[in-house]
Nanobody, 117 residues
Framework: QVQLMESGGGLVQPGGSLRLSCAAS????????MGWYRQAPGKERERVAL???????IYADSVKGRFTISRDNAKKTVFLQMNSLKPEDTAVYYC???????????WGQGTQVTVSS
């Protein structure tokens, strides 16, 4: 049982930066991998970044070199630093706990990221 709350989204121009936060409560945060996902209008949800319990990170090819995922186990928070943003990054961004490769909680409301000039 874990509750997740995303924040930090907003409207930015192409080339801009944004930092997303995901605060967890009610469970053992450090026992799970954590992932960031996004869903654009008319598209299926996709995973963009993952950080394991040992802080190993992997990224989707579309964001590699531009996004950085990190976690603070003491604060039960995972972050997504997004740089060099492109219009195609526009989506609702969600976080979720990952256990044995599968998400473990229901999806929350997410946070909207819009990249436009």
């Amino acid at each position: 049982q874990v509750q997740l709350m995303e924040s930090g989204g907003g409207l930015v121009q192409p080339g801009g930066s944004l930092r997303l936060s995901c605060a967890a409560s009610g469970s053992d945060f450090s026992a799970n991998d954590m992932g960031w996902y996004r869903q654009a209008p008319g598209k299926e949800r996709e995973r963009v970044a993952l950080i394991t319990t040992l802080s190993i990170t992997i990224y989707a090819d579309s964001v590699k070199g531009r996004f950085t995922i990190s976690r603070d186990n003491a604060k039960k928070t995972v972050f997504l630093q997004m740089n060099s943003l492109k219009p195609e990054d526009t989506a609702v961004y969600y976080c979720n706990a990952v256990y044995y490769g599968r998400v473990t909680t229901s999806w929350g409301q997410g946070t909207q990221v819009t990249v436009s000039s």
